[in-house]
Antibody, heavy 120, light 108 residues
Framework: EVQLVESGGNLVQPGRSLRLSCAASGFTFDNYAMHWVRQAPGKGLEWVSGISWNSESIGYADSVKDRFTISRDNAKNSLYLQMNSLRPEDTALYYC?????????????WGQGTLVTVTS | EIVLTQSPGTLSLSPGERATLSCRASQSVRGSYLAWYQHVPGQAPRLLIYGASSRATGIPDRFSGSGSGTHFTLTISRLEPEDFAVYYCQQYGSSPLTFGGGTKVEIK
């Protein structure tokens, strides 16, 4: 059974940093691209970032480019999102999602999310 | 960036009725790389349809997807109580990947 468990969400002040993690199990992690998607309160889904299976292809939404860094550790079956210079508008539930063997593939499994709140 | 516009914003229907949801793209979606997801608040989003018309594993056949280019449709033939949720379309044919704003299907 595929499982994606996010962690690391917290309440943080503007300008500070936070690192999210996603622990994956139930599939061969290093065969698949992985993504982060967020949902701000009362809003829809927004793709944040994605990383290919071998970390050679990485993409970011314009709203987080140059502030967030995605990475993965295939030996640990884990995905990460380093979030720097956080802003109130980054407040959201952050989901980890499993992609496909190539970059342009739908997301077939999602985690339950971890909550990030940015406020002074 | 491809902008996806979903309509209507809210659909008020009764169980057993047919639901038709629309997703329009600001430019053609490459390869019909268009997916539909169901999201119940408090739960993980669930993949329903990929490649515009292929049902994901375990998805009932009352869910169907159609369309190509810039216009896509999700149809739920007969609404069951568990189908009342928010539905999002997503294009994954070009970067950045984008989602539509969602359609809420609520009980009338």
């Amino acid at each position: 059974e595929v499982q994606l468990v996010e962690s690391g969400g917290n309440l943080v002040q503007p300008g500070r940093s936070l690192r999210l993690s996603c622990a994956a199990s139930g599939f061969t992690f290093d065969n698949y691209a992985m993504h982060w998607v967020r949902q701000a309160p009362g809003k829809g889904l927004e793709w944040v970032s994605g990383i290919s299976w071998n970390s050679e292809s990485i993409g970011y939404a314009d709203s987080v480019k140059d502030r967030f860094t995605i990475s993965r550790d295939n030996a640990k079956n884990s995905l990460y999102l380093q979030m720097n210079s956080l802003r109130p508008e980054d407040t959201a539930l952050y989901y980890c999602a499993k992609g496909g063997s190539s970059w342009y593939v739908h997301f077939d499994f999602w985690g339950q999310g971890t909550l990030v709140t940015v406020t002074s | 960036e491809i902008v996806l516009t979903q309509s209507p914003g809210t659909l008020s229907l009764s169980p057993g009725e047919r639901a038709t949801l629309s997703c329009r793209a600001s430019q053609s979606v490459r390869g019909s790389y268009l997916a539909w997801y169901q999201h119940v608040p408090g739960q993980a989003p669930r993949l329903l349809i990929y490649g515009a018309s292929s049902r994901a594993t375990g998805i009932p056949d009352r869910f169907s997807g159609s369309g190509s280019g810039t216009h896509f449709t999700l149809t739920i033939s007969r609404l069951e109580p568990e189908d009342f949720a928010v539905y999002y379309c997503q294009q994954y044919g070009s970067s950045p990947l984008t989602f539509g704003g969602g359609t809420k299907v609520e009980i009338k």
